[in-house]
């Protein structure tokens, strides 16, 4: 028994002890995998990707799978709800098998008496790791990337609007106070204090839509609590950037116009 238990403790502890061997080996195994082709490891990550995209057209436009209900309540749209199945599947199929041909792929290590190949397996699992990091971060970030986007909306059109702005304020100085009471009202007319909900389905929540802050901050609030996506709603999306794009495109005309007479007035 005790003999058993020694062998069962000696593979953990030689693991252990060759972890450098093992990770500098795990990441020699990913490069040459896809050496001396034109793309190298990039093609690690293109063909999950592809598989991913051929389900996706397959199941959702071809069989009109439909996004997926949680007992929470949270819907998920069907492409998420995919890729977080067979991202773990990737992995799992790829490790076991890599590492079922581990000692015959190395068999010139397997030969060497003083080789520990007890690190084999290990090291094509490792290998197979990284792809799978890659695409657990993917999920992650889908999240984030929602956070990000909405911050990048709001970055694009506070730069659209300064660009009026802190042009016509030069010459009309009480702009800055008819925009800090604007700011105050503002607060009150987008959704942030009260639940939009309230006003949903009567004619006023029209008014409240055209308020471009609306589009971001329920895209906030949906990033964070619904997981919903701001594809899915398209018409607003598609509102937002024009309004904001306009914005740009009058702000860019007003600041270049008044541009030569700054020294004079400041």
């Known amino acids: 028994m005790k003999q058993f238990l020694n062998k069962l403790v000696s593979l953990p502890v030689e693991?252990?002890?060759?972890?450098?061997?093992?990770?500098?080996?795990?990441?020699?195994d990913f490069k040459t995998k896809y050496a001396g082709s034109y793309l190298g490891i990039i093609w690690a990550f293109v063909q999950p990707v592809i598989t991913i995209l051929v389900y996706w057209l397959v199941f959702e436009k071809g069989f009109s799978a439909k996004a997926e209900m949680f007992?929470?309540?949270?819907?998920?749209?069907?492409?998420?709800?995919?890729?977080?199945?067979?991202v773990p599947w990737f992995f799992f199929?790829?490790?076991?098998?890599?590492?079922?041909?581990?000692?015959?792929e190395y068999n010139y290590l397997v030969k060497k008496v003083v080789f520990k190949i007890s690190i084999l397996p290990l090291i094509k699992i490792?290998?197979?790791?990284?792809?799978?990091?890659?695409?657990v971060g993917v999920l992650l970030v889908i999240?984030?990337?929602q956070l990000i986007y909405y911050s990048f909306c709001m970055f694009v059109l506070v730069l659209a609007m300064s660009y009026t702005l802190c042009s016509v304020v030069v010459f009309f100085r009480d702009l800055s106070q008819i925009v800090a009471i604007a700011l105050?009202?503002?607060?009150?007319?987008?959704?942030?204090?009260?639940?939009?909900?309230?006003?949903?389905?009567?004619?006023?929540?029209?008014?409240?839509?055209?308020?471009?802050?609306?589009?971001?901050?329920t895209?906030?609030?949906?990033?964070?609590?619904?997981?919903?996506?701001f594809w899915q709603d398209t018409g607003m999306t598609i509102y937002f950037w024009a309004v904001t794009l306009l914005l740009f495109a009058f702000g860019t005309f007003v600041f270049k116009?008044?541009?030569?007479?700054?020294?004079?007035v400041l």
Request: net charge positive; aromatic share 16%; hydrophobic share 50%.
């Open 184 to 217: 105050q009202i503002g607060m009150w007319a987008t959704p942030i204090m009260w639940s939009f909900t309230r006003v949903e389905g009567h004619k006023i929540a029209v008014l409240f839509k055209l308020n471009p802050l609306y589009y971001i901050v």
């Open 71 to 86: 007992k929470s309540g949270v819907e998920v749209p069907f492409v998420v709800y995919l890729t977080s199945g067979l």
């Open 219 to 229: 895209g906030y609030r949906e990033s964070l609590f619904d997981h919903r996506f």
């Open 126 to 135: 490792l290998a197979a790791c990284f792809i799978h990091v890659f695409f």
């Open 93 to 104: 199929s790829e490790a076991v098998s890599s590492s079922t041909n581990a000692l015959i």
């Open 15 to 28: 693991l252990w002890q060759s972890r450098k061997l093992i990770w500098k080996l795990a990441k020699n």
């Open 143 to 145: 999240y984030l990337l």
């Open 257 to 264: 116009r008044l541009k030569p007479h700054f020294a004079d």
